[in-house]
């Protein structure tokens, strides 16, 4: 396994637009997180999975913002009418049994 | 609210020279704590964890970190960093309440100068 893999690396976007990122996590890991992270700070958490349950998703997470994880196996992370302030990088993270975990390269968000 | 702290977000070293690095949480109950780091044009990868017993945990490439609960406290060193040491490092938290949500410092941002 090559660990954590993210798609697309780069994306464009308009505003106004919806996009989608996928992530596929390490084959054994049953926990998958999804993070934000903008110039200067550190990932900000979304939310998780614990297989294919959304077990917490951020407060700060707007109803723009969806997640799937079908079947406990890749995800998906949606972002519909995406605004200039969605530009980021969005990581995506997986994680066995115990809690560190081990993060996909990114897929970095252009709005605009 | 939880919250992770660094205390430097820029440091500038020479080789050799010795590092110490700032984190302090504010959550209360027990935690598990981690420090990653992310070398340019790298993604994020574990440094080291802490999870229960000895205070001092030891990483890869020569780094340690201390646990010290009564200054919620987890302190990143080296004793003599080089080059390659040049990244950003993070630290974490996770509460150990049977969740898994985990808060990230704001990084710092180490340069060590050859």
């Known amino acids: 396994d090559t660990g954590v893999s993210q798609d697309p690396r780069h994306k464009i976007t308009k505003r106004g637009q919806n996009v989608t990122f996928r992530c596929d996590p390490i084959?054994?890991?049953?926990?998958l997180y999804w993070y934000r992270q903008t110039l200067g700070q550190g990932p900000e958490f979304l939310t998780y999975?614990?297989?294919?349950?959304?077990?917490?998703k951020s407060r700060l997470l707007s109803d723009r913002f969806s997640a799937e994880r079908p079947k406990g196996s890749f995800s998906t992370l949606e972002i519909q009418r995406t605004e200039q302030g969605d530009s980021a990088m969005y990581l995506c993270?997986?994680?066995?049994?115990?809690?560190?975990?081990?993060f996909g390269p990114g897929t970095r968000l252009t709005v605009t | 609210a939880q919250s992770v702290s660094q205390h430097n977000h820029h440091v500038i070293l020479s080789e050799a020279a010795s590092l110490e690095l700032g984190c302090n949480y504010s959550y209360g109950g027990t935690v598990n704590l981690f420090w990653y780091v992310q070398y340019p044009g790298q993604h994020l990868q574990l440094l080291l964890k802490y999870f229960s017993g000895d205070p001092l945990v030891k990483g890869i490439k020569g780094f340690e970190a201390e646990f010290i609960k009564s200054k919620f406290s987890f302190n990143l060193r080296k004793p003599s960093v080089q080059w390659s040491d040049t990244a950003e490092y993070f630290c974490a938290v996770t509460q150990n309440t049977g969740g898994f949500k985990t808060i990230f410092g704001a990084g710092t941002r180490l340069f060590v100068k050859a």
């Open positions: 993270a997986s994680s066995p049994l115990s809690y560190e975990q081990y």
């Open positions: 084959s054994e890991h049953n926990r």
């Open positions: 999975f614990q297989n294919e349950a959304q077990l917490e």
